[in-house]
């Protein structure tokens, strides 16, 4: 009897056993099936799948920006940049250029010339609104944001790197060159975010303070930053401070006129790479040494927040910030404003001194991309304008902001987004042409200048 209750259990159970095995065996079939799908969704095949996007979209659009979605939201984000970038008193080219070459699919060289212009756009925004003069209700005028005598000292070397940069960019490596900028940008960024946190820390403390101020505090005061501003009271516009800093510009603009690039395009005829190209290219050094050298001898001793600072530190600073700007592709600003606020310099005052320096590199620039037979010059101009009115909107929010929070370290916490932004897109484009080179199997060594 139980023989006859365990076989019918059995012939129960068993049908029952059999359809969970197969069913287990058709699961176990089907992964193996798909396996090979997921083996293939690797780092590799996803960056190969990444180049050969950012390839069709370059054939794509080419050197000619055509009126498409990519362009439209290129646009936008280069709209949204440059608020970004206005409030930090840098250009922002280090986010329009991979805006430009990943979303509207430009390729690097129209890219650049674009940014010169979409840079000079914003820059005379910050100009034209860090010039104005302001009185309060008293009728005292505001301190001055511009540090003159800083932009002076720094002008000539920063022109000077720029062009000592732009040969190393073409002898460098892509590896070098974007390793270089992954290191620089994660130092600067993490430096200028210290620099937010200390003066945010200030703010704090001195915000406090002033809560415990009685009625005899006077209220105007309480409405300027809590960071003070080390600018001077403006006696009248600098003429004269103006006047020199224009005259390097066009010293150093002639000789770019004179010169042309490396392949003798110029206003005159001149062998490629030649004799007379490398003469003209050497006589920017002593140049930037001499006009150097008389500003430092009439420029008295330069104090920040109570300290004294030495004044060779500025054009080295300069030398270096224009350098690296020229090879990694970008303007200095984004490069010396966290080294003015390490010195020391008021967060306001760094912001305005850099969109001054600015100005003078970027238009720079952009008449070099002139000269030289630029295309689409009217797109440029559209994106300029663009970058023009974000950098004012971007300019009066952050200062009404200041005057009503009374936090400066804004414009610092505002210049650490532009740089880690800046290091996440450009490190990952270079990184793609760098796999794309070795994966091709192209030269990756050192080059020729020429």
């Known amino acids: 009897m139980k023989i006859q209750i365990l076989l019918?259990?059995?012939?129960?159970?068993?049908?029952?056993?059999?359809?969970?095995?197969?069913q287990i065996t058709q699961s176990q079939a089907t992964q193996q099936q798909q396996q090979p799908i997921f083996n293939n969704l690797t780092i590799h095949s996803f960056i190969n799948k990444t180049l050969q996007w950012k390839s069709h979209l370059i054939k794509f659009q080419g050197s000619q920006l055509k009126l498409s979605t990519p362009t439209l939201l290129a646009s936008v984000c280069c709209f949204i940049a440059a608020i970004v970038s206005s409030a930090g008193g840098i250009g922002g080219g280090g986010l329009?250029?991979?805006?430009?070459?990943?979303?509207a699919g430009l390729d690097l060289k129209t890219a650049s010339s674009f940014s010169a212009f979409m840079v000079t756009?914003?820059?005379?925004a910050n100009v034209m609104y860090n010039l104005r003069t302001e009185s309060d209700e008293l009728g005292r005028q505001r301190k001055a944001l511009v540090d003159y005598d800083l932009a002076l000292l720094s002008e000539p070397c920063m022109l000077l790197g720029a062009n000592v940069g732009v040969v190393c960019n073409h002898v460098f490596p892509e590896w070098l060159i974007t390793i270089l900028f992954v290191v620089f940008l994660v130092w600067s960024t993490l430096k200028t975010c210290r620099n937010g946190v200390r003066y945010w820390k200030m703010e704090l403390e001195k915000h406090k303070e002033s809560e415990k101020l009685e009625t005899g505090a006077d209220i105007n005061d309480l409405e300027e930053p809590l960071v003070g501003m080390e600018g001077k009271e403006n006696?009248?516009?600098?003429?004269?401070k103006?006047?020199?800093?224009v005259t390097v510009w066009f010293s150093f603009f002639i000789v770019y006129l004179l010169r042309g690039n490396s392949y003798g395009q110029g206003i005159m005829p001149m062998k490629p790479c030649g004799l007379g190209y490398w003469a003209l290219s050497l006589l920017q050094i002593p140049l930037a040494i001499g006009f150097t050298a008389g500003i430092l001898y009439h420029k008295e001793r330069v104090t920040y927040q109570?300290?004294?600072?030495?004044?060779?530190?500025?054009?080295?600073?300069?030398?270096m910030a224009g350098g690296l700007g020229?090879?990694?592709?970008?303007?200095g600003g984004m490069i010396i404003s966290p080294l003015l606020l390490q010195v020391g310099v008021a967060p306001?005052?760094?912001?305005?001194?850099?969109?001054?320096?600015?100005?003078?590199?970027?238009?720079m620039s952009a008449f070099q991309y002139l000269l030289l037979g630029m295309e689409q010059i009217g797109t440029a101009l559209v994106f300029s304008l663009i970058c023009f009115v974000a950098s004012l909107l971007g300019l009066l929010v952050v200062q009404k902001s200041i005057k009503e929070f009374g936090r400066a370290s804004l414009i610092v916490f505002s210049v650490g987004i532009v740089m880690a932004l800046s290091a996440v897109l450009m490190t990952s484009f270079g990184g793609l042409d760098v796999w794309d080179d070795y994966i091709s199997g192209s030269y990756m060594g050192f080059k020729l200048p020429c």
Not at 121 to 124: A, E, R
Not at 235 to 240: A, D, T
Not at 242 to 245: G, N, S, Y
Not at 326 to 331: E, N, Q, S, T, W
Request: glycine share 10%; net charge positive; charged share 5%.
């Open 96 to 103: 329009f250029i991979p805006i430009l070459t990943i979303v």
């Open 8 to 22: 019918r259990w059995f012939s129960l159970t068993f049908p029952i056993f059999i359809f969970f095995i197969s």
């Open 306 to 319: 109570g300290r004294g600072v030495n004044k060779l530190i500025f054009p080295l600073m300069a030398l």
């Open 326 to 331: 020229g090879v990694f592709g970008i303007g």
């Open 235 to 240: 006696s009248g516009f600098p003429w004269k």
């Open 348 to 363: 306001e005052v760094t912001a305005a001194t850099c969109s001054f320096m600015v100005f003078f590199s970027s238009t």
């Open 121 to 124: 756009g914003g820059s005379i």
């Open 242 to 245: 103006l006047l020199i800093l």
